[in-house]
């Protein structure tokens, strides 16, 4: 969610599933120990602020215009062909 709303983000483990992150500068991954916990929270650079490896957040939107826009068709056809009569 921090990616998303773009809050910085300090991970406190040793490994995470969501690499691109790390790799964009958008999630800094420090650990479990304290020292490292504290230099990654006083030395986090916001990497990419505009990195949008997941879409642009509308997929949603898409896939139901595109529903939308196919029923429509469907039964534009069905009225055509004197579906009604």
Do not use: H
């Not at 650990?31 to 986090?44: R, S």
């Not at 898409?62 to 029923?71: M, R, S, Y």
Request: charged fraction near 35%.
């Amino acid at each position: 969610e921090a990616f998303f709303f773009r809050v910085p983000c300090v991970t406190l483990r040793k490994e995470t599933e969501w690499i691109d992150t790390v790799e964009a500068g958008c999630n800094m991954l420090v650990g479990t120990e304290i020292d490292k916990i504290i230099e990654g929270v006083f030395t986090y650079e916001q990497g990419k602020r505009n990195y949008f490896p997941y879409g642009d957040g509308k997929a949603a939107k898409k896939v139901v215009e595109k529903l939308f826009t196919e029923f429509k068709k469907k039964n534009e056809k069905r009225l055509n062909n004197n579906f009604y009569s």
